[in-house]
């Protein structure tokens, strides 16, 4: 056993652990899973026995009529995003207004600016700004 963070390793891709694993946590998180010496312990216990569980798993291969129905919903769902976001007229205004992105834009996050360039659009905005604005609304 070992609640959430147990099966949330265990559903890392086969072969994806190899006896090691970088987590974050959250600071909400923090007091509650390492806020005591007893509970540090345990919740560190439940991390290693995860990752040793998942690291002797067998890889299971995955069927091949499921590599293609993922192949196709990839395909179809960024078909469909690149059709929303490129070729939907009026979309890039409708962006600006329902988003923070301007005023994520502004914020000093990371070393490098929102946008590769100041004429830029949404072709050359970077990750975070519109990351972060599309997460905003959902």
Not at 1 to 25: E, F, K, Y
């Amino acid at each position: 056993g070992g609640g959430p963070q147990h099966l949330a390793i265990l559903s890392q891709p086969p072969r994806s652990i190899r006896g090691q694993m970088r987590v974050t946590v959250q600071g909400e998180v923090m007091d509650k899973d390492f806020g005591l010496r007893q509970i540090a312990t345990r919740t560190l216990n439940c991390y290693a026995a995860a990752v040793v569980e998942a690291t002797l798993q067998p890889a299971v291969a995955p069927k091949a009529l499921w590599r293609q129905i993922m192949e196709q919903l990839a395909s179809d769902s960024c078909d469909y995003y690149r059709k929303m976001v490129y070729s939907t007229p009026g979309f890039k205004d409708f962006f600006a207004l329902c988003t923070p992105v301007r005023e994520i834009g502004e914020m000093k996050l990371g070393s490098r600016p929102s946008s590769r360039t100041k004429s830029g659009g949404l072709t050359k905005l970077r990750a975070i700004p519109w990351v972060s604005s599309s997460e905003y609304n959902e």
